[in-house]
């Protein structure tokens, strides 16, 4: 069953001579429970792709839709992790009120609230860093919160726009770990937006991939990898390679298509 559907999707920044054409005729689905990557060469309108399904900016022409509903305006089921930490935390709140911040208005206890904050954090390896600042912590470990805050949520979608790319190789790989574990263990939906070629297909079971400004959809690959993934042993694996190079055909591609 698709939980989101996107159709025949354009946006177009500006008008007249000066217009510049982001993304045209995009269209794909995502079911229930699946976890994508988006992927593509610079400037093929990946963000714009992605902010335009979690309602920030209004597309000139086709649609969005989410479990059937059109979205018009940020759907209250839907959370986003950003590549940029350092301004999606608040430094002067602690660590568990930062995660507790988007539930204030979802009517739980403050019982529940800390339930939630506890569990999260747990999930990502930050148990017990409640009464902590952002900014005594790593930058891998400030992502990690920002992450746990968008499951605390439980959302039905949940979107990330290259969330790793500010921080070192060792931690990025650890991160990647890390969604695909929190994927499982709250099953839902995850879109994923990357510009590395590894990184999508390591973390997702289907990569989309998106050609040359206007972007639109060039291909879609079917990731078949073990749920489980290792950093050494599925980067060593035949099937990984195959897919990986199947990939960054298409990227060559994407780069030349107009």
């Not at 989101?4 to 054409?21: F, M, P, Q, R, T």
């Not at 890390?178 to 990357?194: A, E, G, K, Q």
């Not at 879609?220 to 290792?230: A, S, Y």
Request: proline share 5%; charged share 20%; with cysteine.
């Amino acid at each position: 069953m698709s939980i989101l559907e996107v159709n025949d999707l354009g946006k177009v920044y500006g008008a007249g001579g000066g217009a510049s054409i982001a993304l045209a005729d995009v269209s794909f689905s995502v079911e229930d429970g699946e976890l994508i990557s988006i992927v593509g060469p610079s400037g093929c309108g990946k963000t714009t792709l992605l902010k335009s399904i979690a309602g920030l900016i209004e597309p000139s022409s086709g649609s969005v839709a989410i479990a059937g509903t059109p979205v018009q305006g940020v759907p209250a089921d839907l959370a986003v992790v950003f590549q940029d930490y350092s301004r999606s935390l608040f430094p002067w709140m602690k660590v568990g009120t930062n995660i507790a911040f988007p539930l204030a208005g979802l009517g739980l206890s403050r019982k529940e609230i800390a339930a939630r904050v506890s569990e999260c954090l747990a999930a990502v390896g930050l148990g017990g860093k409640e009464g902590r600042y952002p900014w005594e912590l790593s930058g891998g470990m400030q992502q990690r919160v920002a992450i746990a805050r968008a499951l605390a949520y439980r959302p039905r979608i949940l979107l990330m726009d290259e969330p790793f790319a500010a921080v070192d190789a060792q931690t990025r790989s650890e991160l990647e770990d890390l969604t695909r574990s929190v994927h499982r263990s709250f099953d839902m939906t995850t879109i994923f937006v990357t510009h590395d070629i590894d990184e999508s297909v390591y973390v997702a079971n289907r990569v989309v991939v998106l050609r040359r400004s206007p972007g639109g959809v060039l291909a879609q690959v079917d990731i078949d990898l073990p749920e489980e993934r290792d950093q050494i042993v599925t980067k060593a694996d035949p099937e990984f390679i195959r897919r990986r190079r199947e990939v960054a055909q298409y990227i060559n591609e994407a780069a030349s298509a107009s």
